[in-house]
């Protein structure tokens, strides 16, 4: 047996896990990472910033050349940070504010166009995992091995709550069930690379899994896919 180099294309619905797994099957396979919806939530900060008016082509089109985006490996956390021109936001495109505003952002066709042709290329040697909304129907429609995740909305509720919680004692577990369900419908009904499962993907629910279960699981999917008998 022999392996070959494929990509690896993990979507699903927020708070499902998508880039926790991604993560740990990158180091199990020694595969790069990318963080699809980072870039997005990037993008988002600097439009923020700079209060781009998402409704106006031109200064959507004109913010988008003034952007640079790279992934740079952490040696501390053993991950890639994502840097918006120049300078370190890994942390800052996490918070609610940006959440907020991700997928008004993501649905928007220049911003689309300017994100997946940064993919496709990131992809091209493959060897690569990457996760998000339209990975694989869209940027990836070929990868090897397509992961659709899913759960209960309850439990991603309370998963994000946590996660937020960590960084914002105030905020409330409605405020995060209101922001989910509107990403969820955003998500899913945008004009442009709306989330949805691609015919070819393994669905991963991850309702009642464990984080190691399901690592195991998903790790079989791709040697499934990796290994390949001598001819």
Known sequence: MRKKKIIIAIDGWSSCGKSTLAKQMAKELDYIYIDSGAMYRAITLYFLRNNIDITSKKEVREALESITLEFIFNPKSKNSDIYLNGEDVEYLIRDLVVAEKVSDVAAIREVRAFAVAQQQKMGKGKGI??????????????????IFMTADNAIRVERRFKELYAKN??????????????????DSHREVSPLKQAKDALILDNSQLTERKQLELALNWAMGKILVKNT
Do not use: C
């Not at 996760?131 to 990836?140: N, S, W, Y």
């Not at 004692?169 to 955003?186: A, F, G, H, Q, T």
């Open 129 to 146: 995992i990457m996760d998000g909304r339209d990975i694989g129907t869209v940027v990836f429609p070929k990868a090897e091995l397509k």
């Open 169 to 186: 004692p105030n905020i409330s577990i409605e405020e995060v069930k209101n922001n989910l369900e509107m990403r969820d419908y955003i």
